[in-house]
């Protein structure tokens, strides 16, 4: 593209390391405070679980919960991250209900939206409703399931689980 | 034992929704750089200079020259320049590539293009020159209209629409020792990037060598256009001498990218006063822009639909696809039958206002059966099942009822029956002469094709298929990765292709396998005698021919049939038309793996309704000036309705084991369904997206009954 990118340069300035809890562990990144989130976790602490699909926190790819709460870490400035606690798809392990469900209803097809589609359905309450995750959703975008699949995947995995699916009662006020 | 037919979880599941699966964004290579496109911004004319206003050290800078062969990108012909030169055919057309260590110092380069901005053809309608022109006739075209009751025209349009695949397209390409080039991308064609590189680099087939990482989603996007952006990142890496990275933001991605070509259809139709069709007569003109890319082949497949599942004894198809100053325009899911099955669908309510009959009717007295012939001459065999579809979604849906109860409320109902072809056009297929190999290996068996996995589960259903035919267990069967230093060139990832073609071709290589094995497990025959490879080349179905110039023949080895039942609503204050449910009924043959069947359907469709209401893609100069995820408009959670879905099995007995085409054919029905149902509220639409702006004229047309007829 032909016009700089805005925001371009704001990561060769380093103003000392910005420290968070990530995924239960304690962390400290020596990056630049307005760095996005999205890079820092994916280019810093190489977790490239957590995807990007826009940049302009439209599609929802990049979501993780911070403090239990759904955000696009795009939009994110590390700063913003300062002492919280960061919770990306790598936390999961890769055998939580949710996953399970994924694979079992083909709630992933192509995989680009569903590390943030599966955070986002995280901060679900307990049995959702249908209505309720349509809600829940509606700030991950998916190209290639038209949703109905990963409605039944979140479903199943909320049948499955008797106990919380990883919700907390504070990150269901906490959402919008 | 048997896991044909049965939805086994997705081989690549597990890593996807652990965040696991490596995207080509998420590879990293070492001293690698990163990549940047500068583009021209006049849709026509000349590039006289260019300016770097930055220090140019570290920096490594190509253009036009530093090209060692042609300076064309190879698709169906080499009219598209890698790098301008200085003339400009379209916007966003790539002009330099900048590489730098540092992506923030690379973003942070101000370039400046001197442009001579000549006059644009910008209207298809207007344009002096045509990539491709198609004619199809058949019968008797006067005696048909002269044999007419009623006389209906139409015309009918479509917009562009962007693919946006949530991962958008990147390359890595990879110096390597001696002179070749590695490229890893994000592609559904490994063998179309290395037939463009081999060209443009020229380069011996062996020096280039294409990996295709998992693909977040292509839809077509990835078809043809990853040639130019791979063409870009080897042309920087020969030039720095490291690994470069070329990886699209979303805007560029949809600024300058291909999309789907916009059509224009008209549509003048004879039919007696019972309903027959008698005499049909299309104009089809696609935008095909600045270069020719794939537009003959799209125009190809808009022809051979434009009459979709009827019979009609005096036909006249006229295609032409036209030159434009804007963007090319490219593959996307339907690849042309969507914008033919559009036009002719909304006709088709329209003849049955006229003759006031029930849609659903005037279908059925029409709808192709086997011993039917299409306009190319194409007879239809017991796998036509378009009767079928449309008798299930009309009794599934309750039309009958709804569509009386719902007169003069603001519920709509519409249907639209139509089909899709699968495999290549014509004689493609034998062109393409495919290849596949099966090896044994240490822990069983390893299939090695081309074909991609974007999401649609072509791996899983590939190893389900070997599986079966083998009889082994699903965990013998692994699939390699698509590197054309390893698999045979078993054709492009496009044209609903991999299950039925493909999957035939692995289908009949595995039987041979078997016998190789002499009842041995795989595993246990390489222990004894070392490796077996089997590879085993297309062949066509018995009985088909083709004739490319006349168009005449069988222009598909067999077509997908669907029927979808569409309920809208329409919001009296904003003018918001809404899809509130989709019956969708649906035959490809025999679900190989049901919930991925389901997964096809389901996401096509969703495609079709963004396609239908919201995805207007604003074209200011030849290009995309919504170029943003916030003001072009995906459907969402809540703009996706509840979809009812109806397989009705009818195997074809030359596919993978009764497997026909499947993942465009959901693309095609949607949107004409949804504006038949916007029909019924009285609403005259004859373009889409069916936009609030658009209803609302509609509404004005509807208060004032004379204007707009
Ligand atoms: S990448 Fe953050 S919302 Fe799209
Ligand atoms: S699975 Fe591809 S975008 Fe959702």
């Not at chain 2, 699903?474 to 390893?486: G, I, S, Y």
């Amino acid at each position: 593209m032909n016009t700089p990118r805005s925001g371009g340069g704001a990561r060769t300035v380093a103003a000392g390391p910005v420290a968070f809890t990530l995924n239960g562990h304690a962390v400290s990144v020596d990056a630049h405070p307005m760095a996005r989130l999205l890079d820092v976790l994916r280019e810093d602490l190489g977790l490239t679980g957590t995807k990007e699909g826009c940049g302009e926190g439209e599609c929802g790819a990049c979501t993780v919960l911070l403090d239990g709460a759904p955000v696009c870490s795009c939009l994110v400035p590390l700063a913003h991250a300062r002492g919280r606690e960061v919770r990306t798809i790598e936390s999961l392990g890769g055998d939580h209900a949710l996953q399970r469900a994924f694979v079992a209803e083909g709630g992933a097809q192509c995989g680009a939206c569903t590390p943030g589609m599966i955070m986002a359905a995280l901060a679900l309450p307990e049995h959702p409703t249908r209505e309720r995750i349509r809600q829940g959703l509606a700030g991950n975008l998916c190209r290639c399931t038209g949703y109905e699949a990963i409605y039944r995947a979140v479903e199943r995995a909320a049948s499955e689980t008797v106990a919380t699916p990883g919700a907390s009662a504070a990150a269901e006020e906490r959402k919008p | 034992m048997s896991v044909v037919g049965q939805s086994v979880p997705r081989v690549d599941g597990a890593a996807k929704a652990a965040g696991a699966t490596r995207y080509l964004d998420d590879l990293v290579f070492p001293g690698m750089l990163f990549g940047r496109t500068i583009r021209a911004t006049i849709p026509c004319g000349r590039v006289t200079g260019v300016h770097f206003d930055f220090d140019r050290t570290g920096f490594t800078v190509v253009d036009w020259r530093d090209i060692p062969g042609p300076n064309a990108i190879l698709h169906v012909t080499d009219d598209q320049p890698c790098l301008v030169q200085s003339e400009v055919r379209h916007a966003a057309e790539p002009v330099l590539l900048l590489a730098h260590p540092d992506r923030e110092t690379l973003w942070a380069a101000q370039v400046r293009l001197d442009e001579e901005r000549a006059e644009p053809v910008l209207d298809p309608r207007r344009s002096p020159r045509s990539h491709k022109d198609i004619l199809i006739e058949r019968g008797d075209l006067a005696a048909g209209f002269a044999a007419a009751d009623v006389v209906v025209e139409g015309e009918y349009r479509t917009g562009h629409q962007e693919h946006v695949y949530i991962e958008p397209q990147g390359i890595i390409a990879v110096p390597e020792e001696g002179g070749g080039i590695t490229i890893h991308g994000s592609i559904q064609c490994p063998y179309y990037v290395h037939h463009a590189l081999t060209h443009l680099l020229a380069l011996p087939a062996d020096k280039v060598r294409v990996v295709a990482a998992e693909l977040g989603g292509g839809f077509g996007g990835k078809e043809d256009y990853p040639s130019v952006i791979a063409a870009h990142a080897a042309l920087l890496a020969f030039k720095a001498r490291r690994p470069v990275k070329l990886v699209y933001e979303r805007a560029e991605d949809m600024w300058a990218t291909t999309k789907r070509h916009p059509s224009i259809v008209r549509h003048r139709t004879g039919v007696t006063k019972d309903g027959r069709l008698v005499a049909m007569e299309i104009e089809i003109l696609l935008d095909g822009g600045a270069y020719v890319t794939l537009s003959p082949v799209v125009l190809s497949r808009c022809c051979l639909h434009a009459t979709g599942g009827y019979r009609c004894p005096n036909v006249r198809i006229a295609g032409r696809a036209a030159f434009t100053n804007s963007g090319p325009n490219g593959a996307f899911r339907g690849f042309g039958a969507p914008q033919a099955q559009f036009a002719l669908e909304a006709h088709m309510d329209r003849v049955a206002e006229a003759l006031e009959m029930d849609p659903a009717r005037l279908r059925l007295r029409n709808v192709l059966r086997p011993g039917d012939t299409m306009p190319t001459g194409q007879r239809m065999g017991d796998d036509c099942s378009a009767g079928t579809v449309l008798r299930q979604a009309v009794r599934r849906s309750g039309w009958t009822r709804k569509r009386r109860a719902w007169q003069g409320t603001d519920r709509g109902i519409g249907l639209a029956l139509f089909c899709h072809g699968g495999g290549f056009t014509g004689s493609g297929e034998e062109r393409l002469a495919s290849r596949c190999t099966l090896e044994t290996t240490a822990t069983g068996v390893r299939v090695l094709v081309a074909a991609t996995e974007m999401g649609q589960g072509s791996w899983t259903v590939l190893a389900q298929v070997v599986a079966d035919a083998l009889g082994v267990p699903l965990e013998q069967v692994a699939v390699a990765v698509p590197d054309t230093a390893v698999v045979p060139n078993s054709g492009p990832t496009v044209a609903s292709r991999t299950s039925m073609v493909v999957g035939r071709i692995l289908e009949r290589g595995a039987k041979d396998l078997k016998e190789r094995l002499g009842g041995l497990a795989p595993a246990e025959h390489f222990r004894r005698h070392g490796p077996v490879s089997v590879t085993t080349r297309y062949e066509a179905p018995p009985g088909l021919s083709w004739d490319e110039e006349h168009y005449r023949g069988d222009a598909y080895a067999t077509f997908a049939w669907a029927c979808d039942v569409a309920e809208v609503r329409l919001d009296p204050d904003t003018y918001e038309a809404r899809a509130s449910k989709l019956t969708l009924v649906q035959e490809f043959g025999r679900p190989l793996n049901p919930v991925l069947a389901l997964g096809q359907i389901e996401g096509g469709t969703a495609q079709g309704i963004g396609w239908a209401l919201t995805e207007e893609v604003v074209m200011r100069e030849g290009a995309m000036a919504n170029a943003q995820l916030t003001n072009y408009c995906i459907p969402t959670t809540l703009d996706t309705p509840p979809m009812e879905t109806v397989v009705v099995e009818n195997p074809f007995p030359h596919g993978a084991f009764g497997a026909k085409g499947l993942g465009e054919l959901p693309m095609d029905g949607p949107a004409p369904a949804i504006v038949n149902a916007l029909r019924h509220l009285g609403l005259d639409l004859r373009e889409v997206p069916a936009t609030p702006e658009r209803v609302m004229d509609a509404v004005d047309r509807r208060a004032r009954p004379t204007a707009g007829r």
